[in-house]
């Protein structure tokens, strides 16, 4: 079944475009905020509160509300991003990481929209969503979602959201409807007492992210009454392929000093690029366009990982992307592919979000004596030498102009050390993955 659902989804492709994206550029990312009964306080029974749910609004009647997303969410999803990245960075330093703060500020939006009083003032400074109201963030979310999903015929991105509700739990039937109708998502009951609960809900995440993360939830506890899940999917070829015949064998030089030899893709051309005394840093364009990119931030000898995560931030970030200009050189980065799985109610404490977890937790506009139980993220990141030649011709017709810039010397970056990388949206400004890549794994 499931490589019936992928040889149709590659069939559609290769008819509707005429090419066959094959093993390009793989990421997903899952994403479930799992909610569970205060103390030993019983959830009402209900199974009509999703048959009192409104109709969902058409598609049209909630993009007229917002004709373009917010900066100050995009702008807020950011410093949230960093923010979440820095507290994952102290629990797993030296280790590979790699996350999709987009994932995780989708599920918690949903979230957020049965949140009361204080608790939602908690996740109001966590969230980074002060000066925004809940229609605004709402609206928001949904005219991002259009303008992310499908940004270009060789790139395919898309983000699900589903609600998992236990039969035997009553939800105010507004907070349903409202994820329905700006997040478009799906919003199931079940029996979590039955044992394919459990499959179900994660054959959807399996579904949802082309078989890359195939669970998300390892088990049902008896207190948790519904998951809140977000999956991103995303799948590009570079603009400009990496010859496979230039890849070699090189040393990869890690934290520790020592050095192990890893396959490196290389190639010349012209790039987006930005360099300072601190790190070099390059822009890989995917599809035909400038519009979603591969960065890397690679520090410079002198410097290391460890002290460039120091100045990483949201104000030196949107500083950095001013910097980038057209600059030829020549590029050389490790081939990789790792899954990556943490649970994120220690972060998320730390960013002030504790009481969202504890029996003081308000969720009155989802439900009766509610709390988040646990916060679940995991990423599946692949990049290879693969592209296609379509793409490849468009690419520098889009790159900005930079004839009157004076002569530089070509530029040499070679990632053999460890390094920051990130998943752009560059229409948006919106950060799809980071990671942390100190040891580069086939």
Not at 25 to 52: D, E, K, P, R
Request: glycine share 4%; charged share 20%; aromatic share 10%.
């Amino acid at each position: 079944m499931k490589q019936k659902f992928s040889n149709a989804r590659e069939s559609f492709l290769q008819r509707r475009y005429g090419v066959r994206l094959g093993r390009r550029y793989v990421l997903a990312a899952a994403s479930v905020v799992l909610m569970g009964v205060i103390g030993c306080s019983q959830v009402n029974t209900s199974t009509s509160a999703f048959a009192q749910s409104r109709l969902p609004r058409s598609e049209s009647s909630i993009s007229k509300q917002v004709s373009n997303p917010e900066s100050k969410l995009v702008a807020a999803n950011t410093k949230f991003g960093f923010k979440l990245f820095s507290e994952v960075l102290k629990n797993d330093d030296g280790k590979n990481i790699f996350v999709s703060p987009s994932s995780v500020a989708i599920a918690l939006a949903m979230t957020y929209n049965g949140a009361s009083g204080s608790t939602k003032e908690a996740m109001t400074k966590a969230l980074e969503l002060q000066g925004l109201n809940l229609q605004q963030i709402n609206s928001s979310n949904a005219v991002l979602k259009k303008l992310l999903e499908n940004p270009d015929p060789k790139v395919q991105l898309t983000i699900a959201n589903s609600l998992w509700a236990n039969k035997d739990a009553s939800f105010n039937p507004d907070f349903l409807q409202t994820n329905r109708d700006f997040y478009t998502a799906r919003v199931t009951n079940l029996n979590f007492t039955d044992a394919d609960a459990l499959n179900i809900i994660n054959e959807w995440v399996n579904e949802n992210t082309s078989g890359k993360i195939n669970k998300i939830v390892e088990k049902i506890e008896p207190n948790e009454v519904l998951f809140l899940i977000n999956a991103i999917y995303f799948k590009g070829s570079w603009t400009n392929e990496f010859d496979k015949q230039q890849t070699a064998e090189y040393p990869f030089y890690l934290t520790s000093g020592k050095q192990k030899q890893h396959s490196m893709m290389s190639q010349s051309g012209d790039y987006r690029y930005y360099e300072n005394k601190q790190f070099q840093a390059v822009s890989l364009p995917y599809g035909q366009g400038d519009k979603i990119s591969f960065y890397i931030f690679l520090p410079k000898q002198n410097s290391s990982l460890k002290s460039f995560y120091q100045n990483l931030n949201a104000q030196n970030w949107e500083n950095w992307m001013t910097q980038f200009s057209k600059h030829e050189g020549f590029v050389r980065l490790p081939r990789f592919k790792m899954d990556y799985d943490v649970t994120l109610n220690d972060a998320l404490t730390a960013l002030g979000m504790g009481e969202a977890f504890s029996n003081t937790a308000n969720f009155s506009l989802m439900g009766k004596n509610l709390k988040m139980s646990e916060v679940k993220h995991k990423t599946f990141v692949e990049v290879n030498e693969e592209g296609t030649e379509a793409a490849a011709a468009t690419s520098v017709a889009i790159m900005p102009v930079s004839a009157q810039l004076p002569p530089q010397e070509p530029f040499r970056m070679i990632v053999d050390r460890p390094f920051f990388c990130t998943i752009r949206d560059n229409q948006t400004g919106s950060i799809l993955f980071m990671g942390s890549i100190v040891e580069p794994l086939s």
